[in-house]
Structure formats: structure tokens, C-alpha cells
């Protein structure tokens, strides 16, 4: 049973526009998340977390809302740039528990974006 | 060095077969994660170092794979008598003090079982 569910497995923009990818999850036991980029060949990398306090965090193009009581997340791209094309994994855990370190990852979706 | 080195890049076992993959972690990172990653799947769990010590195993599939980090520096999973479905991509992964947006991954080893 998927715990973290990444719906679409792919996603393709135009290059300038707005990138949406979305994440649901299962376990409300999830409070803390983590979206990380993968190129080919390459371990995925860090992106962006937000925690289960915060509805919203920024860091430049990217934007990450978090909706608790619908157990949804998503990762805003703006503008979208053809290097941003890459799989993106949604990741949760647990911030309690004595297993923070653990992150469950969902299936990615790739995003192309075209020039 | 630079990032976390993973060697080989790509392995192909026959089933049966006993392999070992290494991760070099960056020097210094306290914590060691290994990852597997079938193939159209995310990442899933399979252990945890802090140093050279086994904090968790929970996520090994069975006894078949172990995993070691024996002077709390490079780290080895060993996968014993391999089956087809071990096929996969095995990522290393550390940090300097177990925090997850500061997670460093490796380039993963291709493991192929025939």
C-alpha cells in the first residue's frame, strides 16, 4: 500500500508557464516533507521541505503548499525552465517517533519542459 | 570527496550469485542511508548508520541482505544469493547529522540479476 501517492506520472509545460505537481498522502502520522529532484543518472537532491506547521514555503521558483486536512500536497514551479525538466518525488516522515531519518517516497513524476 | 561515490556504477549477477556494493560517504557525515529503488518506484528505505553503528534495519528485505560500516566511514551492502527481484537501483545516501532536506545521494549502482 502506497503510503505517499504521486498520481501523475508525467507532466509536460510550456517553458515559462506554471509546473503543478501534486502529492497525496495516507499516514497522518506524516508531518514533515520533502520534495527532491532526479536527473538521469544522478541520486536525487534536495529541493524543498515544509512541515505540518506551515501551510506554505518558498525558496525562489519554488513554492510547496501543504493541505493537512486533505492529506495533499503540491510543488509550484514559476516560470518553469527547460533545466527543470527532471523526475520530482514527493518524500514524508515522521518528525516524532525517534525515526525522523526515515522517508517514504512516492513513485515521481517526470516533468518535461519544452523550449 | 566531492559527493557520495557509489561503485560499480552497474553490476550484473547471476541468480544465485553473492554481491557487494560500496558507498563512499562525504567525509565527515555522520549518518549513512541506503535506499532501494525498483524499477517506476520511489526510493524505499533499507537502513540507517550513525557512525559505524546499525540504528535501524527495519527496511532490508530479508536475510539475504546485509549491510556493514565498519569504521563508521564507507559502508558496504551485501546481497547474498541474489534473486530477480532484487534487480534494482541501490542508493547511498548521507548527511552530516541525519537531517533530511540536508541528505546527500549517491549516483545509486544498477544491479541487474539474470
Known amino acids: 500500500d502506497q503510503q505517499v501517492k504521486q498520481n501523475s506520472p508525467s507532466l509536460s509545460v510550456q517553458e515559462g508557464r506554471i509546473s503543478i505537481l501534486n502529492c497525496d498522502y495516507t499516514n497522518s502520522m506524516f508531518d514533515y516533507f520533502l520534495w527532491y529532484k532526479k536527473y538521469p543518472a544522478e541520486g536525487p537532491t534536495f529541493l524543498i521541505s515544509?512541515?505540518?506547521?506551515?501551510d506554505k514555503n518558498e525558496d525562489g521558483r519554488f513554492t510547496v503548499f501543504l493541505n493537512k486536512s486533505a492529506k495533499h500536497l503540491s510543488l509550484h514551479i514559476v516560470p518553469s525552465q527547460p533545466g527543470d525538466s527532471a523526475v520530482y518525488f514527493c518524500a514524508a516522515s515522521r518528525d516524532s517517533g525517534g525515526s525522523n531519518y526515515k522517508l517514504t517516497f512516492g513513485k515521481g513524476t517526470l516533468l518535461t519542459v519544452n523550449p | 570527496g566531492a559527493g557520495v561515490s557509489q561503485s560499480p556504477r552497474y553490476k550484473v549477477a547471476k541468480r544465485g550469485q553473492d554481491v557487494a556494493l560500496r558507498c563512499d560517504p562525504i567525509s565527515g557525515h555522520v549518518s549513512l542511508f541506503w535506499y532501494q529503488q525498483a524499477l517506476g518506484q520511489g526510493p524505499e528505505f533499507l537502513t540507517y548508520?550513525?557512525?559505524?553503528?546499525?540504528?535501524?534495519k527495519s527496511g532490508l528485505p530479508s536475510d539475504r541482505f546485509f549491510a556493514e560500516r565498519p569504521e563508521g566511514s564507507v559502508s558496504t551492502l551485501k546481497i547474498q544469493r541474489t534473486q530477480q527481484e532484487d534487480s534494482a537501483v541501490y542508493l547511498c545516501?548521507?548527511?552530516?547529522?541525519?537531517?533530511?532536506?540536508?541528505?546527500?545521494f549517491g549516483s545509486g549502482t544498477q544491479l541487474s540479476v539474470l
Open positions: 548508520f550513525q557512525n559505524e553503528a546499525q540504528l535501524d
Open positions: 515544509i512541515s505540518s506547521i506551515k
Open positions: 545516501a548521507s548527511s552530516f547529522g541525519g537531517l533530511r532536506e540536508k541528505l546527500f
